[in-house]
């Protein structure tokens, strides 16, 4: 599962709270990450992956966004990704939202393990 391997990547690398779920109580900034499609075939794995960066306001959201997409395509990915390709970053606010909020829409190719 590729998430967990973004999760960590992100996570470690940009010393960012990370995960799957929201938090209860939110740090000044965090990123969620959430599979929305994908496929498989032949031991890779294609995910499109929605990457949402948190942070106190959309102008900092926005700057983070941007942070997080340059270390996913600049950065040397976990060996079992093969690439990583940044498709979009656009402001995801609603209205209940106490933070900023942008996000990335990624494609990852990686090696399925054994």
């Not at 995910?47 to 941007?66: D, M, P, R």
Request: glycine share 6%; aromatic share 8%; hydrophobic share 40%.
């Amino acid at each position: 599962m590729v998430e967990k391997t973004l999760i960590k990547w992100l996570s470690s690398g940009l010393q960012i709270p990370t995960s799957h779920n929201i938090p209860k109580r939110y740090p000044a900034k965090f990123l969620t990450v959430e599979r929305q499609g994908g496929a498989f075939s032949n031991r890779i794995e294609r995910a499109l992956i929605g990457v949402q960066v948190w942070s106190k306001t959309s102008e900092q959201a926005c700057e983070l966004a941007y942070v997080v997409a340059k270390f996913l395509t600049e950065s040397e990915p976990p060996q079992e990704i093969r690439s990583v390709k940044v498709d979009g970053i656009y402001e995801f606010r609603a209205e209940q939202d106490e933070m900023g909020r942008y996000q990335l829409n990624i494609e990852i190719i990686a090696n399925i393990g054994e």
